[in-house]
């Protein structure tokens, strides 16, 4: 009966792209740090235009910003496969730090994730850890690997590694409770919903969260005031539309 957002990490990372780090990698002038940024603008809104933008550009020399650009473009479209194949070959190509070609190997199990390809993405993103144990947002994509696997206890375990890194995570936090929600563990799915939202009150998976539980436990009248929340909130959201999937299924249940 409970609707959840499917991919939830998924929904905060695709496009958190790290610009500032590819601009400085080549050390590139102010402009093309520029047009990087507008083009990864555009990849989110309209990526058939970004695409084109970004072929463009790197026919001028825009090299692996512009490379890069294209790919979060292809995400856009729904490209998902000939995406992780090219954030691999970036990776490789990259006269970089490993931990920022792990972010890129990790931009790549995103892709192979939505392409529906689990074990491509779980080689990626293992791979993207070996580089660096440090940095949280590796374990969060490797936790949403699992998840789609069906495997939460391993997701549970590498979003705690996740938190550690960073405790003010409310998306870490919220994809977390989802995963404890699965596994039946009802306090430790409340609790993390409940810190999520001590960090950010109006975090919509999170509260989306919080209602599933509530309603998991008997108080409808509860669940219904933080989907709400979340319609007001964030109107147009995912969060928000399965809010009112999960409001109108206890609207049935009433009658």
């Known amino acids: 009966m409970i609707n959840v957002i499917r991919n939830l990490s998924l929904l905060f990372m695709v496009f958190a792209l790290p610009a500032q780090v590819f601009a400085g990698e080549n050390s590139a002038p102010v402009a093309e740090k520029d047009n990087y940024r507008e083009c990864l603008n555009m990849a989110a809104n309209n990526p ?3 695409f084109d933008e970004a072929t463009r550009w790197e026919s001028l020399g825009g090299g692996h910003a512009a490379r890069y650009c ?3 473009a292809l995400m856009g479209m729904g490209r998902y496969g000939e995406a992780a194949q090219g954030f691999e070959r970036l990776a490789d190509a990259l006269n970089s ?3 920022f070609k792990a972010k890129i190997l990790a931009r790549g199990a995103e ?3 939505l392409f529906g390809d689990n074990q491509n993405a779980l080689q990626a ?3 993207a850890i070996r580089m660096n144990t440090e940095d949280a947002e590796l374990f969060v994509v490797r936790a949403q690997v699992f998840a789609a696997m069906g495997a939460f206890w391993e997701a549970t375990d590498d979003l705690g ?3 550690s890194i960073a405790p003010h995570d409310a998306d870490a936090l919220a994809f977390r409770a ?3 929600r699965q596994l039946d563990v009802m306090d430790l799915a409340e609790e993390d919903a409940k810190r999520a939202l001590g960090i950010v009150p109006t975090h919509p998976a999170a509260l989306l969260e919080l209602g599933n539980i509530l309603r998991i436990q008997g108080d409808n009248a509860g669940a219904r005031q933080k989907w709400l929340a979340i319609i007001s909130a964030w109107p147009t959201s995912e969060a928000a539309r399965a809010a009112q999937t999960n409001i109108e299924l206890l609207d049935v249940a009433k009658q």
């Open 111 to 113: 892709a192979w994730l």
């Open 97 to 99: 730090s490993v931990e």
């Open 178 to 180: 989802s995963a404890w």
């Open 48 to 50: 058939k235009g970004a």
């Open 70 to 72: 294209a790919l979060a």
């Open 161 to 163: 590694r996740a938190i």
């Open 125 to 127: 993103i293992d791979t």
